[in-house]
C-alpha cells in the first residue's frame, strides 16, 4: 500500500495503474475511519481495480465556529483499516498542499445547498465540492463511492458530476449503523456516555416518521411533528432541523408523494449529528430496491 | 476530420486517440474564426499529436443585454478553416447539450473577476469558467491553447487550472493584428467602415500608453491620460475602461514596476472591443521574449 503525500505523487501513481488499462475506484473520505467508511472501502474494492483512499479533513468545508481543529485524526489506526481492506494508495496531503495561499477558485450551486445543512452551514458545500472536484482531478477516478449518511452531499456531487460533464460514476453505500440505531460517524466520538444514550433518537425519530409515511399520512407537518416529539424530554439533543423534503431537490414537500426524504440534524453535546431516510411509496419499492426491506435490527434504516 | 455534436461522442473519440497513447491538443473556441484563431490552431497542431477545436457560443458568459443572439456563427467557413489547419476533431455541441434545465452547478473565482471587463460584465467570468471546465473534462487534452488578446481570460483559465489540480497545460499564443493594428475578433464584424476606421485607436492608445513607460513614466495616471487623449475627436470609439494594472493580480497599480499590463474596453458602434499589452522592463526582456521584439507593423504589439 502506497501513502502519498504530494499531489503529483498520487497523480503519478494513479496515471501509473491507468496505463496498465486498471480502473480506478475512489472513496474520497475525511479520515478518523469507522465502519461506515470500511463499508465503502468495501465496495470500493469490488467497483475497479485499484483502490484509491483520500484522507483529507478539508477546512474549505468547515465554518469558523466548527469543529476543524479538533476534528479527530488518528493516521496510523486510519492507516491501518486502508491495509485490511486492501487499499492500493493512500493520498494524505498536508493542507497546504491542497489549498495554497493563492487559491482563489472555487464551485458551488444555486439551488440544492440551499437546504438542510446548507441552510446551518453556509459555505459548507461549496467546500465539498470544490474538495472533491480537486480529488477527481488529482485521481481521475472510474468510479467514487460516497455513504447515504451524507445524502446531501452525495446529491450534490452527483448533480456537480452532470452538471461539469466529469464522466465519473458515483455510487452510494447505506449507512452502517450501531446496534441502537446510531448511525456510524467520526463525530460520534466526541459524545459522553450520556450523550451516547441519547444520540439515537436521531435513528428513532426517522423510524416514527417512516411508520407515518407507511401508514399513508401525507402531510409533512405532521411527520416533522412526530420526529420533533422523540427529542422531548431529552435535554442532551437538541435538533437544528427536522425536514420532509423532496427526494430530488430537497426542497419542502406541501404533500407527500411517492418519494420523500426524512432529514434531520441535531445537536448532542458538542457534537452535531446528521441523519437521513430515504422512503419510497410500496409500490415503487421492488424496482428500487435489491436487497430485502429489512435485514433486522442492525440495520434498521437499510 | 471528425465533427461530432454529443458530449458522448466527443469524449468516446479522444478516449480512442488517448487509448493509443496519443496526446491531445485543445483549442476551444465560439467560432467565427479569424487569422487569430488560425494562429492558435497552428499552435495547438504543434502541442499534440492529436487537435481538438470545439465551436460553442457559451449563452453562460453573455450578460442579458449582450450580443448572444447577433454572435456570427459561420459554422461552414469555420470548419474549412479547421480542415485547412489540419484539426482531427471538432466538436460543435448545441447550446442543450452543454446546458441541461436541470444544470445549477457553476466554477467561479474570488479576485481576478473584479477587474477590467469582469466589471462591465458580471457573470462573464463565471460563464467563461464553468465552459471551459466543462471542455476540459469532456476533451481531457494535456495542452490546450489560448488567445493573449483575452488576456483576463487567460489569467482566470490559468489561475482555475492550478487551483483546481487540473493537470492541463495552458499555452498563450500571441495577438494577432490587421495592418492597421486593430487586434483581430470575432466581433470586429459587427463594425461599418466608419467603425474600422475608428478601431485602429485601441491599439494606437496601448502604443501611446507603452512609450510613456518605455521612457520610465512611473504614474499611472500618465499613462491612463495619455491612453484616453488617444479618442479625443472620436465620437464613434468610447472607452469602457483605460486601466493600468499588475500583471499577475489586475489590480490597478499606484506605481509601475517592472512589469504591468495596458488593458481598455472600447464600445466602437455596436462592438465592444479589447486590447492590452504585457510590458516588462528593458532589463527583464532578453529573458521574458523569444522572439525579436519588433516584427514591423503588421504585430506591433506582438
Known sequence: ???LRT????????RAERAQDKTIAFVPTMGALHEGHRSLLRAGRNAGD????????????????????????????????????????????????????TAETFVDQKRLPNHLCGLSRPGHFRGVLTVVLKL????????????????QQLLVIRRMV????LGVEIRS????????????????????????????????????GRRLLDRGVKDPAKIRSAMANIFKGEPLAEPDYIAVVDADT???????????????????????????????????????RKAPASRGRRKPLS
Chains 1, 2 share one sequence.
Open 250 to 288: 430537497l426542497e419542502d414537500l406541501r404533500e407527500i408523494g411517492d418519494r420523500a426524504i426524512l432529514a434531520l440534524a441535531v445537536r448532542v453535546e458538542k457534537a452535531r449529528l446528521i441523519d437521513n431516510l430515504l422512503w419510497e411509496a410500496p409500490a415503487r419499492k421492488p424496482a428500487a
Open 50 to 101: 485499484v483502490l484509491v483512499l483520500s484522507l483529507f479533513v478539508n477546512p474549505m468545508q468547515f465554518g469558523p465556529a466548527e469543529d476543524l481543529a479538533g476534528y479527530p485524526r488518528p493516521l496510523e489506526r486510519d492507516l491501518r483499516m486502508a491495509e485490511e481492506e486492501g487499499v492500493d494508495i493512500v493520498f494524505v496531503p498536508p493542507p497546504e498542499e491542497m489549498f495554497r495561499p
Open 173 to 208: 453505500h447505506p449507512t452502517v449503523r450501531e446496534p441502537s440505531g446510531l448511525a456510524r460517524s467520526s463525530r460520534n466520538a466526541y459524545l459522553s456516555k450520556a450523550g451516547r444514550r441519547a444520540a439515537p433518537r436521531l435513528c428513532k425519530a426517522l423510524l416514527a
Open 1 to 3: 500500500m502506497k501513502v
Open 136 to 151: 477527481f482531478h488529482i485521481v481521475a477516478p472510474d468510479v467514487a463511492i460516497f455513504g447515504e449518511k451524507d445524502r
Open 162 to 165: 452532470e452538471d461539469l460533464d
Open 7 to 14: 499531489i503529483s505523487e498520487a497523480r503519478a501513481a494513479v
